[in-house]
């Protein structure tokens, strides 16, 4: 993933020191995003919404993209290895997540919550795209991607290492408050439709659900991820 679009993609890979060329339309009027790349020496190319519109077909690039640097994808002992100079380092995994979307909008969620890792398989994935940078509105730029290929063995390093591992599952018997204050904790978000795989849950150290009071079913991937890191955070602090 070479370039991504939208204001808040690529305000944040500004930020972050990622962008190397920006490429704007007339109709963008962010001027303060134009001085910030100035500054940065970042290269600015201005070409017409008709050239952003057949790099990002068909989604709203609001008059704006960027060639970033390449994104970092860190391998599981890389962030173990950073988790142990910090008290405070939350980690998420994604059991085979499909939706772009849902990817986006978890990495935004982890982001404001101070989630510092998603760790999710090579295959049977969604992998990080110009959309789920989008969707991210930023996030893409600050939590660490963990590609691993068996989630099992993960779970299992990550307990080596001191954490503790919840599982979100509407099945559960225990309310997602169960979550232990002053630990190190990872939570496991389930994919689309299926939730947590077999060999997944029964590696977890608890099952928790969020309490629902409505007549849906559930809520989706994003929204419950959302939620589980608010009560992450509310639990340590």
């Not at 808040?8 to 930020?15: D, K, Q, R, Y």
């Not at 100035?38 to 057949?54: A, C, F, R």
Request: charged share 25%; aromatic share 8%; proline share 3%.
């Amino acid at each position: 993933m070479n370039r991504i679009y939208g204001l808040n993609s690529v305000a944040s890979a500004l930020e972050s020191g990622l962008a190397k060329t920006l490429y704007v339309s007339k109709e963008f009027k962010k001027s303060e995003i134009l001085s910030q790349a100035k500054k940065q020496g970042v290269l600015i190319k201005e070409i017409s919404d008709q050239d952003l519109n057949s790099m990002f077909p068909k989604v709203n690039h609001q008059h704006i993209a960027a060639e970033i640097k390449p994104l970092n994808v860190y391998s599981l002992d890389e962030v173990l290895k950073e988790s142990k100079n910090s008290d405070d380092y939350p980690i998420c995994i994604l059991d085979e997540l499909t939706d772009p979307h849902n990817l986006g909008a978890i990495l935004r969620s982890a982001d404001i919550f101070g989630i510092k890792a998603i760790i999710y398989k090579k295959t049977n994935s969604v992998k990080l795209s110009p959309l789920v940078a989008k969707i991210s509105s930023g996030g893409i730029s600050y939590v660490k991607c963990v590609e691993v290929t068996n989630l099992s063995v993960a779970i299992k390093k990550l307990k080596e290492n001191s954490y503790w591992v919840f599982g979100l599952d509407g099945l559960a018997k225990e309310n997602i408050d169960s979550i232990y204050k002053d630990k190190k904790v990872c939570i496991v978000i389930g994919s689309e439709g299926k939730g947590i795989s077999r060999l997944v849950r029964e590696n977890c150290d608890l099952l928790v659900k969020i309490p629902q009071f409505g007549h849906v079913p559930c809520l989706n991937a994003s929204n419950a991820a959302a939620i589980a890191f608010y009560e992450l955070r509310r639990k340590i602090f």
